[in-house]
């Protein structure tokens, strides 16, 4: 009698390994069927994104929607690398939801920090990026007046070669004290329309650190 409750006790042993067994596999299978889903997924975006900026015009003039009012936007030619790159992160939705994170009055606004999405990273903003710099493309005709659009970048000794940020961006306020950042910035592009709302951004109230006490906020950036 005990031998048959052994063998039965086994038998159900082994009928539960089977189950785990086939459960896991279900569950691998599925994982796997989900990431195969979202590769798709990530492909078809990617080639909707470039047919996108296939269609763009030679200075594409993008919308750059914030919770204050819209910045119309022109982006420069005889930058390409930067304006491919800024197209490309506005189509694919890069910016939607970021934040101006730092704001000075009679200076600059500053956004496109993927860290501001989240609030728990109130202490990086600035920091953040897609995980790349773009190449300098410092011209003398392209001067920091008011509503120049222009890139961000670490400081001389970290970054001798003044490569620019992957996705962080500033607009002029005010061309006077901008002026001094002529050729060691890279000015991709220029306010078309909403230099009121640039000036509404920058009147926000701010922080000992130049950040907005409520947020400002990129609702999305879009092309006209």
Known sequence: MKKYIVYALCAAVVLL?????????????AAEE??????????????????KLS????EPVFDIVT?????????????????????????????????FHRVINGFMIQGGDPLTKDPANAAKFGTGGPGYTIPAEILPEHHHRKGALAAAR????ANPMKESSGSQFYIVQNEQTCAQLDGAY??????????????????VETDPRDRPLAQVKIVKIKAE
């Open 17 to 29: 390994i089977a189950a785990a067994c086939g459960n896991k596999k279900k569950a691998e299978a």
């Open 67 to 99: 919770n204050y009012g819209t910045i119309k936007i022109k982006l420069y030619k005889d930058t390409p690398l930067h304006k491919a790159n800024f197209a490309k992160l506005a189509l694919s939705g890069f910016y939607d939801g970021l934040l």
């Open 186 to 203: 890279t000015v991709f592009g220029e306010t078309i329309e909403g230099l009121d709302v640039i000036d509404k951004i920058a009147a």
């Open 34 to 51: 989900q990431a195969a889903a979202e590769a798709e997924q990530v492909k078809q975006d990617s080639i909707k994104v470039e047919k």
């Open 55 to 58: 269609d763009l015009a030679e």
């Open 154 to 157: 670490r400081g001389d000794a």
